[in-house]
T-cell receptor
Framework: EDQVTQSPEALRLQEGESSSLNCSYT??????LFWYRQDPGKGPEFLFT???AGEEKEKERLKATLTKKESFLHITAPKPEDSATYLC????????????FGAGTRLAVHP | ETGVTQSPTHLIKTRGQQVTLRCSSQ?????VSWYQQALGQGPQFIFQ???????GRGNFPPRFSGLQFPNYSSELNVNALELDDSALYLC????????????FGPGTRLTVL
């Protein structure tokens, strides 16, 4: 079964304490993996797209990496404004353009 | 540049009723996707429209239907509402490839009583 799993479900960090969020997937024919940020009561905000194993993308304190079975979102020296839910989504061949989201990781960064 | 907008913001319906949600895509975007997001869950893909044609569908029953207009705005219609249909309904638009960078609207919060 095509599936996207994110871990941990929730993460609490102190300001400046770096960490990583994980997104593992079991789909055939990955066409793209996407990371989004979602603030409470708002729609998701696009962060990154990764297409092939070994690819990396960076934006400010965030860096996304991709392997054949999983992706990591590394957060370096986080600030309280990085607190949000981070969602991972996968587009795959044979899924008739279906995009599968994980349940997300709720990140709280405390000063 | 105007972003993705959705209307209404909130909606309360009773079981068995029908509802129509609306989405205006970002300028220049010809692809619109709809998602259902239950509390504490990730968005679930409902369907996608590309140049007025359905271009993909998730595991939702036929009572969930959609439409895309020549200006690329879109509607989501849900018939025979059930309690489990209560959720945040998100619309996202993008240009070109099915899943280029998508821009999401703020969503419509639907409550079914």
């Amino acid at each position: 079964e095509d599936q996207v799993t994110q871990s941990p479900e929730a993460l609490r960090l102190q300001e400046g304490e770096s960490s990583s969020l994980n997104c593992s997937y079991t789909v055939s024919g990955l066409r793209g993996l996407f990371w989004y940020r979602q603030d409470p009561g708002k729609g998701p905000e696009f962060l990154f797209t990764l297409y092939s194993a070994g690819e990396e993308k960076e934006k400010e304190r965030l860096k996304a990496t991709l392997t054949k079975k999983e992706s990591f979102l590394h957060i370096t020296a986080p600030k309280p404004e990085d607190s949000a839910t981070y969602l991972c989504a996968v587009h795959f061949s044979g899924g008739y353009n279906k995009l599968i989201f994980g349940a997300g990781t709720r990140l709280a960064v405390h000063p | 540049e105007t972003g993705v907008t959705q209307s209404p913001t909130h909606l309360i319906k009773t079981r068995g009723q029908q509802v129509t949600l609306r989405c205006s895509s970002q300028s220049g975007h010809n692809t619109v996707s709809w998602y259902q997001q239950a509390l504490g869950q990730g968005p679930q893909f409902i369907f996608q429209y590309y140049r007025e044609e359905e271009n993909g569908r998730g595991n939702f029953p036929p009572r969930f239907s959609g439409l895309q207009f020549p200006n690329y705005s879109s509607e989501l219609n849900v018939n025979a509402l059930e309690l489990d249909d209560s959720a945040l309904y998100l619309c996202a638009s993008n240009a070109g490839e099915p899943y280029n960078e998508q821009f999401f609207g703020p969503g419509t919060r639907l409550t079914v009583l």
